[in-house]
């Protein structure tokens, strides 16, 4: 962000949805990054008896939801953009609306059926294969 010459950011809320994309990508390469390396992916290996607590904590694949959403960015461009903007730059509801022009409304339906669209295709066999 700081390469780029004259951003001519418009507030607050437009530097966090270019802040959020940033994020994406940057998270994104950091798991690709982990998951080509050798012996387990960089993990630490875990005792037997710390495994349940760990299995509280819910770990996003993060190259699962990119690609995930590069699907959804082919099927709505919009649902793709409210996700990265709340998922990785922690807008809300009316902050998001105010990025992408929509009303608030708009931004809680496209949310929830983003969500349900995603749940849908992490959950699926297909997901883990790759």
């Known amino acids: 962000m700081a390469a780029q010459s004259q951003p001519g950011w418009h507030g607050k809320v437009q530097f966090l949805a270019v802040a959020s994309h940033l994020m994406r990508e940057i998270l994104i390469d950091y798991a690709r990054t982990r ?48 996700v990265e903007l709340r998922y990785f730059g922690g807008l809300n509801i009316e902050e998001t609306a105010q990025v992408l022009g929509v009303s608030p409304a708009t931004v809680k339906r496209d949310w929830r059926m983003a969500r349900a669209w995603l749940h849908r295709e992490l959950s699926s066999p297909m997901a883990h294969e790759s």
């Open 35 to 82: 998951n080509r390396a050798k012996r387990g992916g960089g993990l630490t290996p875990i005792r037997v008896e710390d495994a349940g607590e760990l299995a509280a904590v819910h770990e996003v694949d993060l190259v699962a939801l990119d690609d995930a959403l590069n699907v959804l960015e082919q099927v709505d461009t919009q649902q793709r953009q409210i």
